[in-house]
């Protein structure tokens, strides 16, 4: 797992990020720790009771929810305009992909942050395939 550093201003994030969404789209699971459920039951204007219940499953190693999407769907907060709980997205959202263990070659070619992550930390593909 890596842990590259990060741009000073989450919001030079998104500037990079623009309109892609791309890995709200990837295959794969959208994971929160129980403590961030609090966060998303607040800006849904739920009970954490129900918020949990609608949307989540425990996920394989019991210690995470993970939001519920049948397979190959996108991340079913993801709408036309961007993601709809960004202030209370988990940290898996907000850490990618500065710690992350995707192939670095698929996110080379996929993720337009991450390339500027890597030019930002002076490293190269092959760099980090050594
Ligand atoms: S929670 Fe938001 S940022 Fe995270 S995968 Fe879903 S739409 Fe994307
Ligand atoms: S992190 Fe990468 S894949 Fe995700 S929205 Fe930004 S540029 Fe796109």
Redo the contacts with the bound molecule.
Sequence with gaps: MRNLIRFSEEEN?SQ???T?????R?DGEVLFAPQELDALADLLHMDVRDCAEKFFELSDDRRNLRLRMGKGDPCPFLSEKGCTIYKARPDQCRN??YVWVREEAK?ME?????KEILKRNNLTLQDLQK
């Design positions: 994030d990079i990020c623009g892609c969404t791309s890995c709200c990837w990618f992909p996110l996929e993720c337009k942050l991450f």
